[in-house]
């Protein structure tokens, strides 16, 4: 059975949490979804238990700093250690096509050759198109493009060891053309950025994102068995966070609800 790791769980500019990042562990293999914003990615890692060595499939889902900077930090030291011997695994990093040129040129031009060496030998940067599949952790992911009205991101849909399925929207709203990979999942992953009660005072909509109300009255739409919330402001006290959003949720959600806490680790059942 896979479990999620919720690294982070909130929006660029936290500062009482981190950027929304989260690994999906089955056994002794994670899939590493988006990085952060900067070399917290590391802590988060060491305090979460995950080994550097057993990470062997990493996705950044689009160009923004809070997703993809802290790349940077966990590509020098999985290159360092593969320079060192200790780390001999392939590496597969993957992003839809414009985006790779991107990640790739920023790892050259901010680490040493000695690292950067291991790109094309241990560390591959792999182009996604929309539909794309690829085999991640013994089973097909698909990655799709979510549409964005902001800058290009992909999200993807996966079926997990029990048969349930398992889709992540990326950090914007869900729009019609992806609906088809939404409805009926057994687990969504999606963003609300704040309470539907406070959307005077964060302007959501403005900003491109969703309300607690927004997600969990189209999650009942599509049918989503579970539902985990987050991509949210830490602006409000973060102390009550959980409780607020899930007050304000549940309601409105027919089926179970989550708003998960940094190092959060959630089974996947």
């Given amino acids: ?31 590493l979804v988006d990085c952060g914003g900067g070399n917290t990615i590391l802590r988060k890692l060491q305090s979460m238990r995950i080994p550097v060595e057993e990470i062997h499939h990493i996705f950044i889902t689009n160009q923004r700093a ?8 966990l590509f020098r030291l999985m290159a360092r250690r593969m320079h060192e011997g200790t780390l001999s695994d392939p590496v597969r990093i993957y992003a839809h096509k414009e985006l790779i040129p991107i990640l790739e040129h920023m790892c050259r031009w901010t680490i040493n050759e000695n690292y950067t060496r291991f790109i094309g030998k241990l560390i591959h940067f792999i182009p996604l198109e929309d539909g794309d599949q690829k085999q991640i952790l013994g089973e097909t992911v698909t990655f799709f493009d979510i549409h964005s009205d902001k800058t290009k991101q ?12 398992l889709t992540f929207t990326g950090n914007e709203p869900c729009r019609k053309p992806i609906h088809h990979y939404v409805e009926g999942s057994d687990w969504l992953l999606h963003e609300a950025y704040c309470m539907t009660e406070d959307a005077p005072r964060f302007h959501p909509e403005e900003l491109g994102f969703s309300t607690v109300i927004e997600v ?17 402001e830490d602006v409000t006290d973060i102390t009550t966070h959980k409780g607020r959003f899930l007050a304000e949720g549940e309601p409105h959600f027919n089926g179970n609800l989550i708003v998960p806490d940094d190092e959060e680790r959630i089974f996947l059942r």
Avoid at 6 to 14: F, I, K, R
Avoid at 154 to 159: A, E
Wanted: some cysteine; charged content about 20%.
């Fill in 216 to 232: 969990c009255e189209f999650a009942s739409q599509m049918k989503i068995a579970n539902l985990v919330l987050w991509h949210s």
């Fill in 1 to 31: 059975m896979e479990e999620l790791y919720v690294l982070g769980n909130s929006t660029a500019t936290a500062v009482n949490r981190y950027n929304t990042c989260f690994a999906i562990r089955r056994n002794r293999d994670y899939f």
């Fill in 154 to 165: 992909f999200g993807f849909t996966m079926t997990l060891e029990t048969g349930k399925r």
């Fill in 66 to 73: 809070d997703h993809c900077l802290g790349l940077i930090w």
